[in-house]
């Protein structure tokens, strides 16, 4: 079915949900082709890597579509046999982790009362975060209660992952953190 920008329009502004893509559904369109012509002109050309999901142990397979070198488009695999080229919300956003203007590039650093903040270089701040927890550590550390049981913890040690820690990541998190001895160990990786 052909559709004019006039027809469009229409549809639109007349759909009982009032969005242009539910008045288009409900007309009777099919974006099924428009879609599909416009993931072949973006990755036409791009050369395509299996890949599998960093975020969570159920392992969705990727594909990621790459030209000269960079990515351009990162989907699900239609060819997976439990996924069938599904994703969940961050799987299907893990295009934007990689290729995205607003993601910091930089170590910001905030002085305690500071108004601003400030641009660290990366050895500083990670040598900084590693004299504060062992110092932290080393003031706080419990290796026994009052009763004298055994507990060999630090509990003035938080550690929360964000969601878009791999588990790669979260699996050594975790043995570093229980090797400090540190209790609460959290993190988003909800599905
Ligand atoms: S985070 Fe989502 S897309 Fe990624 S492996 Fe887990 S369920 Fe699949």
New binding site residues.
């Given amino acids: 079915m052909d559709i004019s920008r006039r027809d469009f329009l229409r549809l639109a502004t007349t759909a009982g949900s009032g969005t242009a893509l539910s008045g288009l559904i409900a007309s009777g369109v099919s974006l099924a082709p428009v879609t599909a012509r416009a993931q072949q002109l973006r990755i036409r050309t791009a050369k395509a890597t299996p890949s599998v999901?960093p975020?969570?142990s159920?392992?969705?397979a990727l594909l990621v579509h790459t030209t000269e070198g960079k990515i351009v488009n990162i989907e699900g695999d239609v060819r997976s046999p439990f996924?069938e080229g599904t994703?969940?919300p961050?799987?299907a956003a893990t295009f934007q982790l990689h290729v995205n203007p607003n993601r910091p590039m930089q170590v910001l650093h905030r002085a305690p009362g500071a108004a601003d903040w400030e641009v660290w270089d990366i050895e500083r701040a990670m040598d900084r975060v590693a004299e504060l927890v062992k110092k932290t550590r080393d003031e706080t550390f419990i290796e026994k209660t009052a009763e004298g049981k055994l507990v060999n913890c630090c509990t003035s040690i938080f550690s929360l992952g964000g969601a878009t820690l791999d588990n790669e990541w979260n699996h050594l998190q975790q043995k570093l953190m229980r090797g400090l001895g540190v209790v609460p160990i959290e993190n988003q990786a909800r599905?």
């Fill in positions: 999901c975020f969570c159920v392992g969705c996924s994703l969940c961050k799987g599905i």
